[in-house]
């Protein structure tokens, strides 16, 4: 993969980099914060290749990249030249609502720390370990040393939050990291030892420990984004330098002391009060609930909501949110694990069977959330049944998180306790998808058999064997579309299979689809078919029908044949970037075509020359609505209107 080609398709889609307000990564998604999301180019953006999803959700535009996220969010801000915080355009603003633009904070100032998290949460899952074991003693030097790396994070999260809210914000990250360290200085947090309350110019104080604290942070640095922008418009720039910084300093650090700081701590305690309240008062049906709409919260980018009260709760002893969370994740590494031993596609097995093992190493699952569990809708049944069957038995044992880890893998299992409960409830869920997919398919009806050997006509619902194609349907006949009427055993007529054929649009030699360097063709994603890579710069029309979509840069088309065969055709690699350049559409939207009726020419020559590959996908883009999509030819040459594809209902 092309990081820097990718990244810098990626900031063009989304409005250019004056667009960019600011940037963070997760484990799989870029996270944007645009100035106008009406700018971004989400349909081609999710059409591009190394894109596995496009999702707008919580105040962010999510571009779901997969495991080379990080390389290609290096590059973007190389390119832009921003770090994390955008450029800060003067496009004006998209309007948001209340809940978006506090989920988007949320979300955004965290996910930058989810690394650290994952990774200082190790520390101290090893430190359990070898304490268990008797290999390290506590009071010893190198147990303090590891225990100083693990809990670092943790202990300075309000400095470190500062930095990564004031970059969503577009404020001075390090005056925010200020106030934070504020709360943490030794001068500080020595006035607890002398008691509960002090005073600033006669005000009484109320002190508490920030350690660890998340709403404060979140209160404080919104307030001081206010501030400080406020304080730009009525100083000159002569002064703000220092000018700003200094007011800042002079009215949040008390502010926070004396009003945000405990209001913060309160308002996180009562919220996850709440939550744990009604854990604890019925924890099967917290379990069943949680465990079964987990991964839907993941898919909208909203369980970012629960880590403040999480985080919360390990401050206090223990977390009960995490445990019953993670059998929704469980669930999806079950689905996987399933479609791995069901399926027969080499392609399927390749991306289930990875994607399986990833989810266990790394506890990462939106491969297997975008790539198979959305693309077969059916399975979204499983992973609600078995993540609520997991949940329901981990709240009945009573798990808890004792140490912080987002993510569920075989390296953080000591991060609960009880540990073997815990892995009962996740390995529970895990059976119950896989298990679930095994005995009842993952596709639905209307899409069994896409792709299968048609001599071999067996699905995961309605598997019939051993029969050959002409065996189980005699009285077909081939051609551009057959049917006819059969008698079954009671001598009643009943429809038989009706067969469409796809005919060859252009000259030239077929390739497989999964050749294809576009990850969403190759994948089918976009549907089942084949790919020919052109030798005349003459597109015409495969079937009789109706041009369905046309494109404003006229690189591809899409045609509905007159048996409601919907065909995609896409001219080169990435040609949408040629902006129409190279290409001439002869028809429109909604035109009446026939079979071998001219819809695009195009320059061979001027497309190479451009640095474009003019591999060509031939798509059927509702491919789940036919039992069978056959190549009738998978690779050799190919002559305009030589039948290419069969398609079966």
């Given at each position: 993969m092309d990081h820097l080609k990718l990244a810098q398709n990626i900031v063009d889609r989304v409005g250019g980099k004056e667009n960019i307000q600011s940037l963070t990564h997760c484990a799989t998604r870029l996270r944007f914060v645009l100035n106008d999301n009406r700018k971004a180019d989400a349909d081609t953006l999710e059409n591009t290749a190394g894109i596995l999803k496009v999702v707008e959700s919580g105040g962010q535009f999510q571009v779901v990249v997969g495991n080379d996220v990080s390389e290609v969010y290096k590059h973007i801000v190389a390119e832009g030249e921003f770090d994390g915080a955008g450029s800060g355009g003067s496009s004006e603003k998209e309007n948001k609502s209340i809940r978006s633009a506090i989920f988007g904070l949320i979300s955004g100032s965290l996910t930058p720390l989810i690394p650290v998290f994952a990774g200082a949460g190790l520390v101290k899952a090893l430190l359990i370990v070898l304490e268990r074991l008797g290999w390290i003693a506590v009071d010893s030097g190198t147990y303090a040393i590891l225990a100083a790396a693990g809990n670092s994070i943790f202990y300075f999260l309000p400095i470190l939050l500062g930095i990564t809210i004031a970059k969503v914000l577009n404020v001075n990250s390090y005056v925010a990291a200020a106030i934070g360290a504020a709360l943490m200085e030794p001068n500080f947090t020595a006035l607890t030892a002398a008691g509960s309350t002090t005073h600033f110019l006669g005000i009484p104080v109320s002190l508490m420990n920030y350690a660890s604290s998340v709403f404060p942070m979140f209160i404080a640095v919104s307030i001081y984004a206010v501030l400080e922008k406020f304080l730009k418009k009525i100083m000159h720039k002569n002064v703000q330098l220092f000018a700003v910084p200094f007011f800042s300093l002079v009215i949040m650090v008390p502010l926070t002391a004396m009003l945000i700081g405990p209001f913060g701590q309160y308002v996180g305690q009562w919220i996850g009060d709440i939550v744990n309240f009604l854990i604890n008062s019925n924890s099967v049906i917290a379990g069943i609930i949680l465990g079964g709409t987990w991964s839907f919260l993941v898919l909208l980018g909203l369980h970012w909501a629960t880590v403040p009260i999480i985080m919360g709760n390990l401050s206090a002893g223990g977390d009960l949110i995490a445990p019953l969370a993670a059998t929704s994740v469980a669930a999806s590494m079950g689905i996987g694990l399933g479609v791995f031993l069901k399926t027969k596609d080499k392609d399927l097995k390749a991306l289930s069977g990875s994607s399986f093992l990833s989810a266990i190493l790394s506890g990462v699952t939106e491969p297997i959330l975008y790539g198979i569990i959305l693309r077969y809708r059916k399975t979204l049944i499983y992973l609600v049944a078995a993540g609520a069957i997991g949940g329901g038995l981990m709240g009945y044992l009573g798990v808890k998180l004792v140490v912080f880890n987002f993510f569920l893998n075989v390296f953080t299992l000591p991060a609960q306790s009880p540990m073997l409960y815990y892995i009962i409830g996740v390995l529970t869920a895990i059976a119950g998808g896989a298990l679930c997919v095994v005995l009842f398919g993952y596709e639905s009806k209307k899409n069994d058999q896409i792709g299968e050997d048609p001599k071999v006509q067996k699905d995961?619902?309605?598997?019939?064997?051993?029969?050959?194609?002409?065996?189980?349907?005699?009285?077909?006949?081939?051609?551009?579309?057959?049917?006819?009427?059969?008698?079954?055993?009671?001598?009643?007529?009943?429809?038989?299979?009706?067969?469409?054929?796809?005919?060859?649009?252009?000259?030239?030699?077929?390739?497989?689809?999964?050749?294809?360097?576009?990850?969403?063709?190759?994948?089918?994603?976009?549907?089942?078919?084949?790919?020919?890579?052109?030798?005349?710069?003459?597109?015409?029309?495969?079937?009789?029908?109706?041009?369905?979509?046309?494109?404003?840069?006229?690189?591809?088309?899409?045609?509905?044949?007159?048996?409601?065969?919907?065909?995609?055709?896409?001219?080169?690699?990435?040609?949408?970037?040629?902006?129409?350049?190279?290409?001439?559409?002869?028809?429109?939207?909604?035109?009446?075509?026939?079979?071998?009726?001219?819809?695009?020419?195009?320059?061979?020559?001027?497309?190479?020359?451009e640095g474009f590959k003019l591999t060509t996908p031939i798509v059927v883009t509702n491919s789940d609505q036919f039992r069978v999509i056959t190549p009738l030819l998978s690779e050799g040459t190919v002559a305009v209107q030589e039948e290419l594809l069969s398609v079966r209902s």
């Open positions: 995961d619902n309605n598997p019939v064997e051993g029969k050959s194609e002409s065996e189980s349907n005699q009285h077909s006949v081939s051609g551009s579309s057959t049917g006819k009427m059969e008698q079954n055993a009671a001598g009643i007529e009943t429809n038989a299979v009706l067969e469409s054929v796809i005919t060859s649009p252009l000259e030239g030699k077929v390739i497989p689809l999964h050749d294809v360097e576009d990850v969403v063709f190759s994948s089918e994603s976009m549907g089942k078919g084949v790919a020919i890579i052109p030798s005349k710069g003459q597109l015409v029309s495969p079937v009789d029908g109706v041009v369905s979509v046309t494109m404003k840069s006229t690189h591809a088309i899409a045609v509905t044949s007159d048996e409601g065969v919907e065909i995609l055709m896409h001219i080169g690699i990435d040609t949408v970037r040629l902006k129409g350049k190279c290409f001439t559409q002869k028809v429109q939207q909604g035109d009446r075509i026939r079979k071998g009726e001219v819809l695009i020419e195009f320059d061979l020559d001027q497309i190479r020359n």
